[in-house]
């Protein structure tokens, strides 16, 4: 199995910054596309931005121009650095990540959830 665990999340004023990381473990062999998605309360989830491997990058309408995405490869982790916080993306973040594990000397793909990490931006 591949793990994700999310950190960086917590309180912040508006106007302020955060920085969330997602490290991911496991029989990983590759891990193609990653990306963070957030749930408000009582709304579906959404993405908020995506990462290929080769580190294209592609964001929500909403975010874009206050939120940067980036990877770490060698270390199969995935940041997003939020910057000009807005009460409205107060939300649960969750990060994802597909790509292939090795399962007794076979290559299988996966899709894998963090646990999520709580960001609320007072006003």
């Known amino acids: 199995q591949v793990q994700l665990v999310e950190s960086g999340g917590g309180l912040v004023q508006a106007g302020g910054s955060l920085r969330l990381s997602c490290a991911a473990s496991g029989s990983i062999f590759r891990i193609n596309d990653m990306a963070w998605y957030r749930q408000a309360p009582g709304k579906q989830r959404e993405l908020v931005a995506t990462?290929?491997?080769?580190?294209?990058?592609n964001y929500a309408t909403s975010v874009k121009g206050r939120f940067t995405i980036s990877r770490d490869n060698a270390k199969n982790t995935v940041y997003l650095q939020m910057n000009s916080l807005k009460p409205e993306d107060t939300a649960v973040y969750y990060c994802?990540?597909?790509?292939?594990?090795?399962?007794?000397?076979?290559?299988?793909?996966?899709?894998?959830w963090g646990q999520g990490t709580q960001v609320t931006v007072s006003s």
């Open positions: 990462i290929t491997s080769g580190g294209n990058t």
């Open positions: 994802n990540a597909a790509g292939l594990r090795t399962v007794t000397f076979k290559k299988t793909p996966f899709d894998s």
